[in-house]
């Protein structure tokens, strides 16, 4: 496992039912390898299904696409966001991603959201 470095999460509308970009910055203390599974949890309550193939954007030019997979698997009831790593990363470099969800019908309250990773 690995140590996260400040991260943050940020979500582009609150608004019931839109689509909605949420981006986070993550760092880690050590390396990725390739083939490390970076796992998201606690956006849940989307209406977006289940899928393993949620398009994953680099962000702000961070170099996230150069080490991670551009495509995740999303768990829409746990809401939880699997992303693979495919080149080694940096330790202490900022990684920043967004994607993209719909909100659910109604208000949801805020989430928490835990960032763990894991080799394969």
């Not at 790593?85 to 920043?96: L, M, N, P």
């Amino acid at each position: 496992n690995f140590i996260a470095l400040p991260n943050s999460i940020g979500q582009s509308t609150p608004f019931p039912c839109a689509m909605n970009t949420i981006t986070v910055t993550m760092a880690t203390d050590v390396p990725l390898v390739p083939g490390t599974m970076v796992t998201l949890t606690g956006l849940s309550g989307t209406n977006t299904t289940t899928t393993d193939m949620m398009m994953v954007n680099d962000a702000g030019g961070s170099g996230f696409a150069e080490v991670f997979s551009p495509m995740a698997y999303w768990e829409q009831i746990n809401g939880t966001l699997i992303l693979e790593v495919t080149s080694r990363t940096i330790a202490g470099k900022q990684y920043e991603f967004n994607f993209t969800v719909q909100n659910p019908p109604c208000d949801a309250p805020g989430a928490t959201v835990m960032i763990m990773a894991a080799p394969v």
